[in-house]
C-alpha cells in the first residue's frame, strides 16, 4: 500500500476497500475513496468540544448558543456526513472555521462552509498555498488554485484570541514545522488543545518540504505543543486518536531520536537509500508505523532536512 496521510476512519475504509491487496491510482485519490466511503464519528472530548473523524484530518467543533465553530473542514466529499454530524451536536448556524493549515484533507471543505456562511480563519501562508499550483510527489497530485470564494478570508499575520460559545478560543503560530502556515487553537475552558499536523498520535507524520516543513521545525513544533499543553489537557491531534500531554512527549521523542539517527548516518556519507536500507526506524516501526507513513518514507522526509 502506497505510504499517505490519513484519518483513523479513514483508514479503516481504505482497508474495507482493499487497499492492502489492490493498486489505487494515487495517495489523493486513495484518500478521497476512503474519506467518501467512511463514516463520520463523533466524540465528545470535554465540555462543549467535540471531535469529528473520518474526513481526512481530524476535526474539531466547539458548540455553544452563539453555533459551532470548527477547526477544519475535511474533505468536501464528506459534506453531507459533516452536516449532518453537526447537526446532531447542534442545530445552530456554522460561523466560524479555523483551519490549521493548507493539505486539502484538512481543507478541502472550504467551498461549502463559505456557502454555508461561515467565516474562514487562516494564516497568510496557508491562503498563499491555498491560490498556488502546487506539486505534492508523496500524494502524487498537483493541487490546483481554491477559487476565490472558497479561500479563508479572514487572514492572519498574528495570534488571535476570540470569545464564542462560553469559551476563550486562542489561535497561535508555529514556526514553519509541518507546513509554513501550521495553527494550534486552544479551548481554554475545556482545557482542549487542536494541534492540526503538528502532532500525530501514534503515527509517524508526514513532512511538508514544499511548503515550508521540515524535521526541526516538526521538532519545534512539538516543543510549543508541550509548552501550551498542561498534565490535564486533552489533544485533538491532527490524525489518530485523541491525545494527551504524555503522547505528546513521546511523539517528540520519537521525533528527535530518529532525526538523530538518520543525521548521524547522513554525515557518514550514506545516501538516502543507504540510510533507508539501515533501518533507523526500527526500535520505533512497531509502535509509530503501523499505518500509512512507513518507517522507510518517514526516513526519506527526515533526511531531506538533516
Do not use: C
Not at 123 to 145: A, M, Y
Not at 176 to 186: A, C, E, I, M
Not at 267 to 276: F, M
Amino acid at each position: 500500500m502506497t505510504d499517505h496521510p490519513i484519518s483513523t476512519a479513514a483508514l479503516a475504509g481504505l482497508v474495507a476497500l482493499g487497499a492492502a491487496t489492490v493498486a489505487f491510482a494515487s495517495p489523493y485519490s486513495d484518500i478521497n475513496a476512503a474519506a467518501a466511503s467512511s463514516q463520520i464519528i463523533t466524540r465528545h472530548v470535554r465540555g462543549n468540544v467535540s471531535m469529528l473523524d473520518g474526513s481526512g484530518g481530524e476535526i474539531t467543533v466547539l458548540s455553544g448558543p452563539d453555533g459551532i465553530l470548527l477547526v477544519d473542514a475535511g474533505i468536501a466529499v464528506s459534506q453531507r456526513k459533516i452536516e449532518a454530524a453537526l447537526h446532531a451536536i447542534n442545530p445552530g448556524k456554522l460561523r466560524y472555521v479555523v483551519l490549521t493549515h493548507w493539505h486539502w484533507d484538512h481543507s478541502d471543505g472550504d467551498g461549502w462552509v463559505r456557502r454555508a456562511g461561515a467565516s474562514i480563519i487562516a494564516d497568510k501562508h496557508t491562503v498563499q498555498r491555498l491560490s498556488q499550483t502546487l506539486r505534492i510527489v508523496e500524494w502524487e497530485h498537483t493541487f490546483q488554485p481554491v477559487p476565490q470564494a472558497a479561500l479563508p478570508n479572514v487572514v492572519l499575520t498574528g495570534d488571535k484570541t476570540m470569545r464564542f460559545a462560553g469559551e476563550t478560543v486562542r489561535i497561535r503560530h508555529y514556526r514553519p514545522s509541518h507546513t509554513d502556515g501550521d495553527l494550534s487553537v486552544y479551548f481554554e475552558k475545556a482545557d482542549v488543545l487542536s494541534t492540526g499536523d503538528t502532532f500525530w498520535n501514534g503515527v509517524y507524520p508526514f513532512i511538508d518540504y514544499v511548503t515550508g516543513g521540515s524535521i526541526d521545525g516538526a521538532i519545534s513544533a512539538a516543543n510549543a505543543n508541550l509548552a501550551l499543553a498542561k498534565p490535564t489537557t486533552l489533544v485533538v491531534p491532527g490524525h489518530g486518536p485523541l491525545g494527551d500531554r504524555d503522547q505528546l512527549v513521546a511523539f517528540r521523542d520519537m521525533l528527535v531520536a530518529i532525526r538523530g539517527k538518520v543525521a548521524d548516518l547522513k554525515a557518514k556519507g550514506l545516501t538516502a537509500d543507504q540510510v533507508v536500507a539501515a533501518k533507523p526506524t526500527a526500535a520505533y516501526d512497531a509502535k509509530w508505523g503501523h499505518s500509512v507513513i512507513s518507517g522507510a518514507l518517514f526516513t526519506r522526509l527526515v533526511y531531506r532536512g538533516v
